[in-house]
Nanobody, 123 residues
């Protein structure tokens, strides 16, 4: 059974940085794309960033391009999201997810989810 555990969230001032981690267990993820999603109160869960199985390709939502960086360390079965220049609109619960595919095609490819970590950016 797949288990994803996110960590690294917290309260930060606007302009600050946070690094989220997602520790995966239950099976190997070296052939799977991994992603980060976020959900703000009263809003739908949105895709933030994706990294493909080899780490050679990434995708970012327009709202975070140039500020967020996704990376993976398969030796540790961990995916990271480095978030810089944080804005109040980045406040949300951030979720890690595993794709059924090795490369990113669509958000609905993601089938397994963590429980999320809260990120709050104060202005």
């Amino acid at each position: 059974q797949v288990q994803l555990v996110e960590s690294g969230g917290g309260l930060v001032q606007a302009g600050g940085s946070l690094r989220l981690s997602c520790a995966a267990s239950g099976r190997t993820f070296t052939s799977s794309a991994m992603g980060w999603f976020r959900q703000a109160p009263g809003k739908e869960r949105d895709l933030v960033a994706v990294i493909n199985w080899s780490g050679s390709s990434t995708y970012y939502a327009d709202s975070v391009k140039g500020r967020f960086t996704i990376s993976r360390d398969d030796a540790k079965n961990t995916v990271y999201l480095q978030m810089n220049s944080l804005k109040s609109e980045d406040t949300a619960v951030y979720y890690c997810a595993v794709s059924r595919r090795g490369n990113y095609v669509r958000p609905s490819d993601f089938a397994s989810w963590g429980q999320g970590t809260q990120v709050t950016v104060s202005s």
